[in-house]
Nanobody
Framework: QVQLVESGGGLVQAGGSLRLSCAASGFTFSRYSMAWFRQAPGKEREFVAGITWLGNTYYADFVKGRFSVSKENAKNTAYLQMNNLKPEDTAVYYC?????????????????WGQGTQVTVSS
């Protein structure tokens, strides 16, 4: 069965860095576009970054220049490198598998999600 498992979250000071991983299994990872979303307490889940199966990347405006998304097909893993973290980046981060060839901002276009990993940025 399809599984997505995120890891790499934690507590970091503002200005610090973290790298999140999303380990995938149960499907042909190289043929799917993937994305990272996040959800802060009391807020809706929002798109952060995505990468298509061809390797094209997309970012939300609030992370451009700070975050970088990638995927390593040989390891069935997607990554989110987060630099210059800010307190407003505090959230649970989820990876999702796209049902389309794109890495859309729309939640409805993702069919599987991981359990999430908590990122907390202190000021």
């Amino acid at each position: 069965q399809v599984q997505l498992v995120e890891s790499g979250g934690g507590l970091v000071q503002a200005g610090g860095s973290l790298r999140l991983s999303c380990a995938a299994s149960g499907f042909t990872f190289s043929r799917y576009s993937m994305a990272w979303f996040r959800q802060a307490p009391g807020k809706e889940r929002e798109f952060v970054a995505g990468i298509t199966w061809l390797g094209n990347t997309y970012y939300a405006d609030f992370v451009k220049g700070r975050f970088s998304v990638s995927k390593e097909n040989a390891k069935n893993t997607a990554y989110l490198q987060m630099n210059n973290l800010k307190p407003e980046d505090t959230a649970v981060y989820y990876c999702g598998r796209s049902t389309r060839g794109t890495a859309s901002v729309r939640l409805s276009e993702y069919d599987y999600w991981g359990q999430g990993t908590q990122v907390t940025v202190s000021s």
